[in-house]
């Protein structure tokens, strides 16, 4: 779909970072091919928006999400980290399913989105659903690979990183491990 905005502000986060007044944001397929002041176009275009003088910018980025986590939202929330991780958490996850996390991680990507956040890294298990939970909602995510002493192998994390570069144009896949405390020395070595 090629889209046109037009009469809007634009922050182009340029080296100035200044904002053009009256601008136009051009859009074709998933790329954007034009952002600065009005001009010219002999492009046919599926939609036209007229901003009304709103500011157009990029979208954020949440470098450290556990999507699924959304059901524990308010859960304990009063307890230490630990505490909270071995008695509550931990429990919980146990009883999710890869159905659970797909669902759990969609309803997590929307509300992103509210939040002008466009893109995530997540670091949470199974990371098949939470893949196709990111494609199906059409949202940019890099999956981190959540190494810790209890669920995952070196052999598990190189596997994932073959099989994730290749998935959609929307996922990437980087090496991680989940915290210090849930991470042995050999482990992170390896």
Same mark, same amino acid.
């Given at each position: 779909?090629?889209?046109?905005? /037009? =009469?809007?502000?634009?922050?182009?986060?340029?080296?100035?970072?200044s @904002?053009?007044?009256?601008?136009?944001?051009w859009?074709?397929?998933?790329?954007?091919? %034009?952002?600065?002041?009005?001009k010219?176009? =002999?492009?046919?275009?599926?939609?036209? $928006?007229?901003?009304?003088?709103?500011?157009? !910018?990029?979208?954020?980025?949440?470098?450290?999400?556990h #999507?699924a !986590?959304?059901?524990?939202? #308010?859960?304990?929330?009063?307890?230490?980290?630990?505490?909270w991780? +071995?008695? +509550?958490?931990?429990?919980?996850?146990?009883?999710?399913?890869?159905?659970? @996390? %797909?669902h759990?991680s969609k309803?997590? $990507?929307l509300? /992103?989105?509210? #939040?002008?956040?466009?893109?995530?890294?997540?670091?949470?298990?199974?990371?098949?659903?939470?893949? +196709?939970? #990111? @494609?199906?909602?059409?949202?940019?995510t890099?999956?981190?690979?959540?190494?810790?002493?209890?669920?995952?192998?070196?052999?598990? !994390?190189?596997?994932? %990183?073959?099989?994730?570069?290749?998935?959609?144009?929307?996922?990437?896949?980087?090496?991680?491990? =989940?915290?210090? %405390?849930?991470?042995?020395?050999?482990?992170?070595?390896?």
């Amino acid at each position: 779909m090629n889209i046109r905005f /037009y =009469h809007a502000r634009l922050l182009t986060m340029q080296q100035d970072c200044s @904002v053009q007044e009256d601008g136009e944001l051009w859009v074709k397929g998933n790329r954007i091919e %034009y952002a600065g002041p009005p001009k010219e176009s =002999h492009e046919s275009w599926d939609r036209e $928006i007229d901003a009304g003088g709103d500011l157009l !910018m990029p979208g954020f980025k949440n470098a450290h999400t556990h #999507s699924a !986590m959304t059901f524990l939202r #308010s859960y304990a929330d009063d307890l230490p980290l630990l505490q909270w991780l +071995q008695k +509550q958490v931990f429990p919980m996850e146990a009883k999710l399913t890869g159905e659970d @996390v %797909y669902h759990l991680s969609k309803l997590a $990507i929307l509300e /992103y989105l509210t #939040s002008g956040i466009t893109a995530n890294f997540d670091m949470y298990f199974y990371p098949d659903q939470i893949a +196709q939970a #990111s @494609v199906d909602c059409g949202f940019r995510t890099v999956l981190c690979s959540s190494m810790n002493d209890f669920v995952s192998s070196l052999e598990e !994390m190189e596997e994932n %990183y073959h099989k994730f570069q290749n998935f959609s144009d929307l996922i990437g896949y980087c090496l991680g491990f =989940h915290a210090e %405390y849930t991470t042995s020395k050999p482990l992170l070595e390896g």
